[in-house]
């Protein structure tokens, strides 16, 4: 559709991972456009187009990637390291793949169009076990049976992880506790796990609280100072 009309009209692939691009990204694309160089960013996208290419002077791989989220576009270069890490996770760059991107910017003059150099790229659908810092749990004081209470026990003891849970209580009287699980309570989230806390709560009963890491700027050559002539 995109191809053909220069839209999508059935939606957007990506409108499926709003919720986790929102939650997990840092920044969108549009904003990036408009970065300075040597930005660290972590947004969630979709790769438009691959290029495989091996360097004329290095001879070594590397990729040159369109990318896009919901409201803009933005290529991206990726180059020996995060090529490795990709292997290293069995992932493959695909067209219409979904990603997580983390990336530097990259603007060499001003009126150079912006660029990212791809630090890591990981599936969309990983992000939620690998970057989810707590799981928020609501219930209600009034309306939560002790047997609902009782299966979210289980179901967080049978998904052992690395994400901790947090129970957010709806009291009677009008006020918000929060109770924060033992460590030994914490989670791996995934679409699965998720699935489960709305069977036993209803929709719209969890909140996920992320741990985004962008990267660190490149640090800048800064020439050794000439001693003064005596």
């Known amino acids: 559709e995109k191809e053909l009309l220069g839209f999508y009209i059935t939606g957007h692939p990506l409108g ?67 090529l490795k890490y990709l292997e290293d996770n069995g992932v493959e760059l695909v067209e219409g793949m979904p990603v997580m991107l983390d990336a530097l910017t ?54 052992p992880g690395k994400s901790r849970v947090i129970i957010c209580v709806s009291c009677a009287s009008g006020e918000v506790v929060f109770v924060e699980s033992s460590a030994m309570l914490s989670v791996k989230t995934n679409g699965e796990f998720l699935d489960k806390i709305k069977d036993i709560l209803g929709e719209k009963r969890y909140k996920l609280k992320a741990n985004i890491k962008v990267p660190e700027a490149r640090k800048r050559f800064t020439p050794a100072a000439t001693p003064a002539a005596g």
């Open 16 to 82: 499926q991972y709003e919720d986790i691009i929102n939650t997990f990204s840092s920044t969108s694309i549009r904003k990036i456009l408009d970065m300075d160089d040597n930005i660290g960013v972590s947004v969630g996208c979709m790769i438009k187009t691959v290029q495989k290419k091996i360097s004329q002077k290095s001879g070594k791989p590397y990729a040159i990637l369109t990318v896009e989220d919901l409201d803009g576009s933005v290529d991206c270069m990726v180059y020996e390291r995060a």
């Open 106 to 159: 990259s603007k060499r003059e001003e009126s150079e169009r912006v660029k990212l150099m791809a630090e890591k790229i990981n599936p969309l659908d990983s992000v939620m076990e690998t970057h989810t810092r707590e799981v928020h749990m609501h219930v209600y004081e009034g309306s939560t049976a002790a047997e609902s209470l009782k299966k979210l026990k289980k179901l967080c003891e049978d998904n």
